[in-house]
């Protein structure tokens, strides 16, 4: 990065006027201390900040309900039956999809179990699934309980990728996994973040290689989706599925997205846990017995779909249409570069970054790993209005998200460090 760069606040000051998209900070209520006082709120890798028009948007549920009833179904301002769709564009826009390939519904760990209903198959050879290191505990216990659904056994059908860099894992030695043991595994249900180390998988090269394995490849991209430049379709990734409450700004237990490869819409012969949504549009309503699947991602769908989510969903997707990622990305990769390079003056003795240095390997976040595992640095920063987290055993996520964080942020939170650092000594 052709940045020169010093220390000073005067810096980040003029950073943040230099910013393109400095003004979208206004577009989110910004939590405050007691005294009214924003707080320096790193968290959006666990819930994004809520856009000024989620309220608008749900009020307009609200007021068609009271108005039309049941008829808010096809004479709301955005009508019910469809209201699914118009996330679709906004979303395939944010991850790289065609819009048939996303669909909008349900949370994150009921998609993953829908996903592998059609794409866990296993057989008596080839039945294992590859995680990576260190996943999500909720993919963990997706998984194995898939495994055992299945009737075979977790201990054994569970492959988990070791780190070979420090926390981190190497494409190369990822790609040996496959070379060696790839005929054994049934399914790749890879973090494309992992929350934890904050690393940014290859996502291409990992399908890529699975595929010449014939394994089955999906990805949990919660920790992704609108903060990487994602291409799913050009991926050739068969599934991904994300939530909708982190860096996409939802709110709490956000409705998730999901993403199937065109090449699996039109299959007859694939295994999919079915419900009246996923009903071709045309006859959904002449209640006929027989089940014709959308030919798009919408099939697998169940329910009638939860208006207030999808209507907060709206408002945050809005303001992605209005930022794109390409801009998004650019000013990330420079908040996070410029709070790593804050940072470094820490590094050794005290602290370790975990996150890979090199930008096409993260996304926002930074994992910051305390060497004497000492919590109290992390409840200083708390103490002192920094919004972050602490992840068992040593490690705190600081997640600069481009949308709202400003540079002056990440330099103020850097000057608490340096105070709680020196008056360690
Ligand atoms: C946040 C997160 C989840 C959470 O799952 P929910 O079903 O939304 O509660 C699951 N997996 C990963 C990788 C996550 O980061």
Request: aromatic share 10%; glycine share 6%; net charge negative.
């Amino acid at each position: 990065m052709d940045i020169t760069y010093d220390k000073t606040r005067a810096l980040a000051i003029k950073f943040d006027r230099e910013d393109p998209l400095n003004s979208f900070r206004q577009r989110f209520h910004i939590p405050k201390d007691n005294q009214g006082k924003e707080l320096l709120y790193f968290c959006g890798n666990s819930l994004g900040l809520m856009p000024n028009t989620a309220r608008k948007y749900t009020d307009e549920m609200f007021e068609d309900w009271a108005k039309f009833g049941v008829e808010g179904h096809t004479h709301a301002r955005h009508p019910w039956l469809p209201y699914h769709e118009f996330l679709t564009q906004s979303m395939a826009q944010i991850v790289g999809a065609l819009p048939s390939e996303v669909v909008v519904m349900n949370s994150l760990t009921v998609n993953l179990h829908l996903l592998l209903a059609s794409f866990y198959r296993p057989t008596q050879n080839r039945h294992k699934i590859l995680v990576e290191y260190s996943p999500f505990p909720s993919d963990r216990f997706v998984v194995r309980s898939q495994i055992r659904f299945h009737g075979f056994d977790p201990d054994s059908s569970l492959l988990e990728l070791q780190p070979d860099q420090g926390e981190t894992i190497s494409t190369e030695s990822i790609l040996e996994v496959l070379e060696k043991r790839g005929d054994e595994i049934a399914l790749i249900l890879i973090g494309g973040v992992n929350y934890y180390t904050g690393q940014a998988f290859d996502m291409k090269t990992i399908t890529e290689a699975g595929h010449a394995q014939g394994c089955m490849v999906g990805f949990d991209l919660a920790h992704a989706a609108g903060n990487l430049r994602l291409e799913l379709h050009d991926s050739g990734m068969d599934f991904a599925a994300w939530c909708g409450y982190k860096y996409l700004n939802s709110g709490p237990g956000g409705l998730s997205g999901v993403f199937i490869h065109q090449r699996h819409h039109n299959l007859q012969d694939i295994p999919r846990l079915e419900g009246w949504w996923g009903q071709d549009k045309e006859s959904r309503f002449l209640m006929g017995p027989v089940f014709n699947p959308i030919p798009t991602a919408e099939a697998w769908q169940l329910s009638n779909p939860p208006i207030l989510p999808m209507a907060t969903l709206r408002a945050s997707l809005d303001i992605f249409d209005e930022v794109g990622m390409i801009a998004l990305r650019k000013k990330s990769e420079k908040l996070t570069h410029y709070l790593e390079f804050l940072l470094s003056e820490f590094k050794g003795d005290t602290l370790d970054i975990i996150t890979p240095e090199d930008p096409a390997q993260r996304g926002c976040q930074l994992s910051i790993q305390i060497k004497d595992k000492d919590k109290s640095l992390y409840e200083f920063l708390t103490h002192n209005g920094v919004i972050a987290d602490w992840r068992e055993p040593d490690v705190i996520r600081v997640a600069p998200v481009p949308l709202y964080n400003t540079f002056t942020e990440v330099w103020d939170f850097v000057q608490l460090i340096r105070h709680a650092l020196l008056s360690r000594l």
